[in-house]
């Protein structure tokens, strides 16, 4: 029997199958399956034959884990929240994959960082596989870095990148942009297709590990926000970053998802104007830029996002439901996050959302993960429940627990000083609080459980114009 050459893969994680199906098993996309010719072997990849090689290995020299460890050698971007993000610089004979909405800014934060080191002498490679040279050189014009000597080519065939890598003096930076846009002819698939952007993204990276240059890719997001096309060029890759935003707001997050020389969960924080992508170097101020502190619903939380504190504000709005089942919307938040709190608010302290609607919001477009926000957000719940501000100098931080107790998180002290600068004065915090000093920036509020919490809001709630369903010694 002749042996099949083409099998179906899935365009969004790249398992592949013997017969076409409408979804796929392995990441449960819907009509992401379509035909491809199967690669030819790629170079330098591919398993040995099972065969091959039974008792004919070298023993390898086995060392310990302890011994002298080299820091990898970096090549500093020069843009600061960008080094900050990929742990203090490129480094040499790296890749990195960013991912990000179109139009979110990637081409553009690129070609900055393209100039920057370009005019620091170094040799900088930026291939444009989706805009024309003219586009590109337009967008340098326009952030004011057309003298910058970075050489520019629009191409898509990853051999003649290589070749172009290869010749003359060494290179320090290529960037790819995108990947899915490459294609190689050593893989016989239509470009665009998961073989042909995992065959490219090999090629690349190979070529980057023997020339010690660093290569940044480029990836497009599905709906989503998964980096879109294979999943396997995430594993391949040292690092991966995403670039956030949100197109109603100016500024944008650069994310560390994976990083293989530094931490993850860092961000650099980026405002869009005009001229190009600048460095916001106080974070806070600009999400609490605006702020009506004197609303009822808005705590404000003290995060830390990586190493550093941001302070951001939450806001809750409860409303009477019209509908059978009120709704509940959150963004900027985990929804199996806000459903927790509301459920703990109502079985341990007896408030009662189950008539309105709930919405929260995390003012600015930021994005939280930290279980930390959880008292926060109940705080806004409660002070939107009962139409009573919360004070404006103070900040909220702690998780709670389905009991309703409300847990110790790390860097309390990181978090209140960062708030201290920023001109609060009270801190709501987890009761025993481990690294809380003996000098504490600010007056500690500490919250052993829920119903602290809910009697400390009760106790400022003002005669209010409508009935309040809360009741605090509930
Ligand atoms: P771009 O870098 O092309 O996004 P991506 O490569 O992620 O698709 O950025 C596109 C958007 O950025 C575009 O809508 C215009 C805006 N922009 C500015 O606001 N200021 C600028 O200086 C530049 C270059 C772009
Ligand atoms: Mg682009």
Known sequence: MARQLSSYVCQSCGAAYGRWQGKCEACGGWNTISLETAAAP??????????????????????????????????????????????????????????GDPGIGKSTLLTQACAALARRGERVLYISGEEAVGQVRLRAERLGLADAPVELAAATNVEDIVATMAAGPPVRLVV????????????ESAPGTVTQVRGSAQILIRQAKDSGACVILVGHVTKDG??????????????????????????RILRAVKNRFGPTDEIGVFEMTGGGLSEVANPSALFL???????????????????RPVLVEIQALVAPSSLGTPRRAVVGWDPARLSMVLAVLEARAGLKFGLSDVYL?????????????????????????????LPPDAVYFGEIGLSGAVRPVSLANARMKEAAKLGFRAAHLPAPTRDAEKDPPMTLRPV???????????????????????????
Do not use: C, Y
């Open 226 to 251: 998964q980096i879109a096309g294979p999943r396997v060029v995430e594993h391949m890759v040292d690092a991966v970053v995403s670039f956030e935003g949100d197109g109603g707001h100016h500024f």
């Open 289 to 307: 830029a605006g702020r009506d502190a004197g609303a009822a619903g808005a705590a404000v939380f003290a995060g830390i996002e990586g190493t």
């Open 361 to 389: 919001n995390v003012a600015g477009g930021l994005r939280i993960n930290e279980p930390a926000a959880d008292l926060a957000a109940a705080a806004a719940l409660i002070s939107s429940l009962a139409g009573s501000p």
């Open 176 to 187: 790819i942009d995108s990947i899915q846009t490459m294609w190689s002819s050593a893989v």
């Open 42 to 99: 790629l170079p330098g990849g591919g398993a040995p034959s099972r065969s091959a090689g039974r008792g004919k290995g070298r023993p390898l020299a086995l060392e310990g884990l302890s011994g002298a460890a080299q820091e990898p050698p970096r090549v500093a971007s020069g843009i600061g929240e960008l080094d900050r993000v990929t742990g203090g610089g490129f480094v040499k004979g790296s890749v990195i994959l960013i991912g």
């Open 448 to 474: 052993a459980d829920i119903g602290d919490l809910t009697a400390m809001i009760a106790s400022r709630r003002r005669p209010a114009p409508r009935p309040v369903a809360a009741d605090a010694d509930g």
